[in-house]
């Protein structure tokens, strides 16, 4: 079991930049995919970005290329989205997720994932 807790959600204008964390425990987590969600309201919860945590190896969705960064801190056992130039349609609740990698899977839809945080509110106003 992994215990996946989010944090850093909150208002901000259009243009600006926010950091989200997201805790894990249980496990230790280098054979384990990380990744970062969202979901606005009447929408599907969509793909954002993950990491591999033992080699940090990422990959994006085209929305956030370039605006978002992934990363994660051994030391803290915690992977952070950095997100920088947000838009209103950034807005969304945010959730980190993660799976194992022996799992083989693509790692961008949220079935792929096994543990869930609860997710943090992002809000962006223009």
């Known amino acids: 079991q992994v215990q996946l807790v989010e944090s850093g959600g909150g208002l901000v204008q259009a243009g600006g930049s926010l950091r989200l964390s997201c805790a894990a425990s249980?496990?230790?987590?280098?054979?384990?995919?990380m990744g970062w969600f969202r979901q606005a309201p009447g929408k599907e919860r969509e793909f954002v970005a993950r990491?591999?945590?033992?080699?940090?190896?990422?990959y994006y969705a085209d929305p956030v290329k370039g605006r978002f960064t992934i990363s994660r801190d051994d030391a803290k056992n915690t992977v952070y989205l950095q997100m920088n130039s947000l838009k209103a349609e950034d807005t969304a609740v945010y959730y980190c997720a993660s799976y194992t990698v022996s799992k083989l899977r693509l790692g961008i839809r949220p079935g792929d994932y096994d543990y869930w945080g609860q997710g943090t509110q992002v809000t962006v106003s223009s």
């Open positions: 990491i591999r945590w033992s080699n940090g190896n990422t």
């Open positions: 249980g496990r230790t987590l280098t054979a384990y995919i």
